[in-house]
């Protein structure tokens, strides 16, 4: 198949790397970008075509085991600036007079990116649970895309958004949704995949298939349990600092050998509009769901360092220990 204005023909590993992108949904752009990247031009209609074609994607020669072109996961985004974790907010059951708050004193440090995870926003139209029949599916779009807009007013540098249970939903029912359903949503999907139509209304927020970023040297992270002592679990794994969000509870731990800190920094939901919490009966010992949000912030030390804010926090105070 003969694609692009240099007529090179799509073989071999580039040809297999292509299967692999596609078949691993890898956003339209990055297709575009690396086959650019490698002297192609493209159509989406020609990229269907060979990716679709079913002859094998590698050769193998006799008594070689094939190396396999999968994608390694050893590439996780590295942020090297202050920011602020906004983690479970879960728009649009936040807590925007808590948020307001930690906004004010990450402004007073003149921190200019924020981290979020993919429980930013709840999708609760989209849960197997039991759903909130108050708040339609164009209602909580709409509850992001205006507090999403408020939050890049605040951070100029953008948000990094990385994945989590909540945007799984997403990938699982837009990705199949028919078109005439996308269009009721106003869902515009042109070159990004659904879960990118729905989140980024700005070149400044930026999605990660990963489930944690880097910021210096700390990790912050949306952990698969919900498990006591997880962020001790992540902290020994990773061998680092790490803000967790997930698990709805606050606490601060160190691991077993005394050198990291694990942070579960709560979340910025209102605790009292998750029905699942304040109009059941928990059984479990983490019953009890806690707000919480993070800075990292590097330090005079030459180290990065993890500031903990509660609704129980002295905001003013927060805001004179760093004036920007």
């Known amino acids: 198949m003969e694609i692009g204005a240099k007529s090179k023909t799509l073989r071999g590993a580039d040809l297999a790397y292509l ?18 990247r490698h002297g192609y031009t493209h159509t989406k209609d020609t990229i269907h075509h060979i990716a679709n074609n079913q002859n094998p994607p590698w050769h193998r020669a006799k008594g070689v085991i094939p190396a396999i072109p999968v994608t390694r996961w050893t590439q996780a985004p590295r942020v090297k600036q202050d920011v602020v974790c906004l983690l479970d907010a879960h728009v649009p059951y936040h807590d925007a007079a808590f ?22 926003w709840d999708v ?25 807009a408020c939050l890049l007013d605040t951070f100029p540098d953008g948000i990094d958004i990385h994945a989590g249970n909540h945007g799984e939903r997403i990938r ?35 999605l990660t298939p990963y489930h944690y970023v880097y910021v210096y040297d700390v990790l912050v992270g949306h952990p698969s349990a919900t498990a006591m002592q997880v962020g001790t679990y992540v902290s020994e794994t990773y061998n680092t600092d790490c803000v967790l969000g997930h698990t709805h509870y606050r606490s601060v731990t160190w691991d077993r050998s005394d050198r990291h800190i694990a942070v579960e920094c709560g979340g910025c939901f209102d605790p009292k509009k998750l029905k699942y919490v ?11 769901q806690r707000q919480g949000a993070a800075i990292i912030k590097m330090g005079l030390d030459g180290h990065s360092h993890v500031y903990l804010l509660t609704p129980r926090t002295d905001f003013q105070a927060m805001k004179n220990l760093y004036p920007a």
Do not use: C, H
């Open 124 to 148: 609760g139209w989209l849960s197997w649970f039991e759903r909130d029949p108050n708040i339609p599916a164009s209602a909580e779009i709409r509850a992001w895309q205006d507090v999403s």
């Open 19 to 36: 299967r692999t992108m596609y078949e691993g949904n890898e956003p339209w752009p990055s297709i575009f970008v690396w086959l650019q």
């Open 99 to 120: 948020m307001e708050k930690v906004l004010g004193v990450a402004e007073a440090w003149g921190i200019r990116r924020a981290i979020m995870d993919e429980d930013a």
């Open 278 to 288: 304040s109009a059941r009966l928990p059984a479990r010992a983490r019953g009890k």
């Open 172 to 206: 699982r029912m837009v990705r199949n949704m028919p078109k005439d359903a996308r269009d009721a949503l106003d869902l515009i999907i042109e070159d990004k995949t659904p879960e990118e139509a729905l989140y980024i209304k700005d070149d400044r927020i930026r």
